[in-house]
Protein backbone atom coordinates (compact mmCIF):
# COMPACT_ATOMS: atom_id res chain seq x y z
CA UNK A 1 0.00 0.00 0.00
CA UNK A 2 1.30 3.52 -0.78
CA UNK A 3 0.96 6.55 1.16
CA UNK A 4 -1.25 8.29 -1.33
CA UNK A 5 -4.05 5.02 -1.12
CA UNK A 6 -4.65 6.44 2.57
CA UNK A 7 -3.57 10.25 2.63
CA UNK A 8 -6.52 11.13 4.62
CA UNK A 9 -5.69 8.63 7.60
CA UNK A 10 -2.05 10.29 8.05
CA UNK A 11 -0.70 13.91 8.80
CA UNK A 12 2.93 12.74 7.40
CA UNK A 13 5.65 10.41 6.07
CA UNK A 14 8.14 9.98 8.93
CA UNK A 15 10.18 7.48 7.04
CA UNK A 16 9.78 6.36 3.16
CA UNK A 17 10.55 3.00 1.57
CA UNK A 18 14.12 3.47 0.36
CA UNK A 19 15.36 4.90 3.80
CA UNK A 20 14.18 2.14 5.18
CA UNK A 21 15.72 -0.53 2.99
CA UNK A 22 19.17 1.26 3.10
CA UNK A 23 19.05 1.51 6.88
CA UNK A 24 18.17 -2.44 7.11
CA UNK A 25 21.19 -2.91 4.74
CA UNK A 26 23.50 -0.57 6.78
CA UNK A 27 21.95 -2.47 10.41
CA UNK A 28 22.43 -5.85 8.62
CA UNK A 29 26.56 -5.58 7.70
CA UNK A 30 27.15 -4.21 11.38
CA UNK A 31 25.16 -7.50 12.47
CA UNK A 32 27.11 -9.62 10.30
CA UNK A 33 30.59 -8.06 11.13
CA UNK A 34 29.68 -8.58 15.00
CA UNK A 35 28.20 -12.35 14.49
CA UNK A 36 30.78 -13.41 11.72
CA UNK A 37 31.50 -16.96 12.26
CA UNK A 38 28.58 -17.36 14.74
CA UNK A 39 25.10 -18.98 14.71
CA UNK A 40 22.74 -16.46 15.10
CA UNK A 41 18.46 -16.81 16.08
CA UNK A 42 16.88 -14.20 14.74
CA UNK A 43 13.98 -13.48 16.99
CA UNK A 44 11.19 -11.72 15.92
CA UNK A 45 8.17 -10.32 17.69
CA UNK A 46 4.75 -10.17 16.05
CA UNK A 47 3.14 -9.02 14.29
CA UNK A 48 4.49 -5.64 13.89
CA UNK A 49 8.52 -7.26 13.44
CA UNK A 50 7.40 -9.28 10.06
CA UNK A 51 8.49 -6.81 7.91
CA UNK A 52 11.97 -5.58 9.07
CA UNK A 53 12.14 -9.11 9.96
CA UNK A 54 11.74 -10.36 6.11
CA UNK A 55 13.61 -7.67 5.06
CA UNK A 56 16.64 -7.75 7.68
CA UNK A 57 16.84 -11.62 7.13
CA UNK A 58 17.28 -11.43 3.17
CA UNK A 59 19.82 -8.57 3.72
CA UNK A 60 22.44 -10.39 5.93
CA UNK A 61 24.87 -12.63 3.68
CA UNK A 62 24.86 -15.67 5.87
CA UNK A 63 22.68 -18.20 6.87
CA UNK A 64 20.59 -17.53 10.27
CA UNK A 65 17.58 -19.34 11.93
CA UNK A 66 14.26 -17.50 12.53
CA UNK A 67 11.99 -17.96 15.12
CA UNK A 68 8.81 -15.76 16.50
CA UNK A 69 7.29 -14.56 19.17
CA UNK A 70 3.97 -12.76 19.92
CA UNK A 71 3.45 -11.01 23.14
CA UNK A 72 0.63 -8.15 23.24
CA UNK A 73 0.59 -4.86 25.55
CA UNK A 74 -1.43 -3.15 23.34
CA UNK A 75 -4.97 -4.44 22.35
CA UNK A 76 -6.39 -2.17 20.27
CA UNK A 77 -5.23 0.97 21.90
CA UNK A 78 -2.49 3.50 20.91
CA UNK A 79 -0.42 3.40 24.42
CA UNK A 80 1.43 0.13 26.01
CA UNK A 81 -0.53 -1.30 28.91
CA UNK A 82 2.59 -2.58 30.48
CA UNK A 83 0.76 -5.38 30.99
CA UNK A 84 2.30 -8.74 28.76
CA UNK A 85 0.51 -11.34 26.88
CA UNK A 86 2.66 -14.41 25.47
CA UNK A 87 0.42 -14.61 22.39
CA UNK A 88 2.61 -17.80 20.82
CA UNK A 89 5.70 -18.87 22.64
CA UNK A 90 8.88 -19.74 20.50
CA UNK A 91 9.55 -23.08 18.96
CA UNK A 92 13.04 -22.86 19.66
CA UNK A 93 15.71 -23.88 22.79
CA UNK A 94 17.92 -20.43 23.60
CA UNK A 95 20.17 -22.61 25.45
CA UNK A 96 23.74 -21.33 24.30
CA UNK A 97 22.45 -19.56 21.50
CA UNK A 98 23.32 -16.03 20.20
CA UNK A 99 19.63 -14.35 19.91
CA UNK A 100 18.84 -11.13 18.09
CA UNK A 101 15.20 -10.14 19.04
CA UNK A 102 13.90 -8.13 15.95
CA UNK A 103 11.61 -5.50 16.74
CA UNK A 104 9.34 -2.97 15.12
CA UNK A 105 9.34 -0.08 17.22
CA UNK A 106 10.51 0.72 21.22
CA UNK A 107 8.01 2.81 22.75
CA UNK A 108 7.57 2.50 26.48
CA UNK A 109 10.04 0.12 26.43
CA UNK A 110 8.11 -2.06 28.84
CA UNK A 111 7.10 -5.15 26.78
CA UNK A 112 10.57 -5.45 25.76
CA UNK A 113 12.10 -5.25 28.96
CA UNK A 114 9.92 -8.07 30.11
CA UNK A 115 10.70 -10.19 27.07
CA UNK A 116 13.88 -9.73 28.03
CA UNK A 117 13.95 -10.88 31.30
CA UNK A 118 12.25 -14.09 29.41
CA UNK A 119 14.49 -14.71 27.19
CA UNK A 120 17.81 -13.95 29.36
CA UNK A 121 15.76 -16.92 32.10
CA UNK A 122 16.30 -19.50 29.13
CA UNK A 123 19.75 -19.28 29.12
CA UNK A 124 21.48 -17.84 25.80
CA UNK A 125 24.64 -17.22 25.29
CA UNK A 126 24.06 -13.92 24.28
CA UNK A 127 21.01 -11.43 23.65
CA UNK A 128 20.49 -8.35 21.70
CA UNK A 129 18.26 -6.10 20.50
CA UNK A 130 17.30 -5.10 16.88
CA UNK A 131 14.34 -2.27 16.41
CA UNK A 132 13.73 -0.05 13.33
CA UNK A 133 12.44 2.36 15.15
CA UNK A 134 13.03 4.10 18.80
CA UNK A 135 10.51 6.89 20.49
CA UNK A 136 13.61 8.16 23.16
CA UNK A 137 10.63 9.94 24.25
CA UNK A 138 8.30 7.90 25.38
CA UNK A 139 10.67 5.56 27.09
CA UNK A 140 9.27 4.33 30.89
CA UNK A 141 12.62 2.15 31.77
CA UNK A 142 16.35 1.99 29.98
CA UNK A 143 16.87 -0.78 27.41
CA UNK A 144 20.24 -0.95 25.89
CA UNK A 145 19.64 -1.66 21.94
CA UNK A 146 22.54 -2.32 20.23
CA UNK A 147 20.48 -1.66 16.75
CA UNK A 148 18.42 1.03 16.50
CA UNK A 149 17.30 2.36 12.76
CA UNK A 150 15.65 5.94 13.48
CA UNK A 151 14.48 7.65 17.00
CA UNK A 152 11.24 8.93 15.95
CA UNK A 153 9.26 11.67 17.81
CA UNK A 154 6.71 10.47 20.28
CA UNK A 155 3.45 10.27 18.02
CA UNK A 156 1.56 7.39 16.95
CA UNK A 157 3.24 5.94 13.78
CA UNK A 158 1.66 2.78 11.23
CA UNK A 159 3.33 1.37 8.45
CA UNK A 160 5.95 -1.40 7.55
CA UNK A 161 4.63 -3.60 9.99
CA UNK A 162 2.93 -1.10 12.45
CA UNK A 163 -0.70 -0.72 13.12
CA UNK A 164 -3.63 0.40 14.21
CA UNK A 165 -6.36 -1.97 15.14
CA UNK A 166 -4.73 -4.21 12.57
CA UNK A 167 -4.90 -1.82 9.81
CA UNK A 168 -2.17 -0.44 8.15
CA UNK A 169 0.53 -2.97 8.32
CA UNK A 170 0.84 -2.82 4.60
CA UNK A 171 1.92 0.70 3.90
CA UNK A 172 5.31 0.65 2.85
CA UNK A 173 6.83 3.83 4.40
CA UNK A 174 5.99 5.11 8.21
CA UNK A 175 3.66 7.23 8.40
CA UNK A 176 2.08 9.48 11.36
CA UNK A 177 -1.61 8.27 11.76
CA UNK A 178 -4.18 11.44 11.73
CA UNK A 179 -5.62 11.78 15.47
CA UNK A 180 -9.53 11.40 13.37
CA UNK A 181 -8.62 7.56 13.23
CA UNK A 182 -8.08 7.03 16.53
CA UNK A 183 -10.18 9.76 18.65
Request: with cysteine; aromatic share 6%.
Amino acid sequence: MEPRDIDSDLTEILIEEEEIRAKLAELSRRIEADYAGKDLLLVGVLKGAVMVMADLARELTHPVTMDWMAVSSYGNGTESSGVVRILKDLDSDLTGRNVLIVEDIIDSGLTLSWLLANLNSRGPASIEICALLRKPDAARVDIDVKYVGFDIPNQFVVGYGLDYAEKYRNLRCVGVLAPHVYA
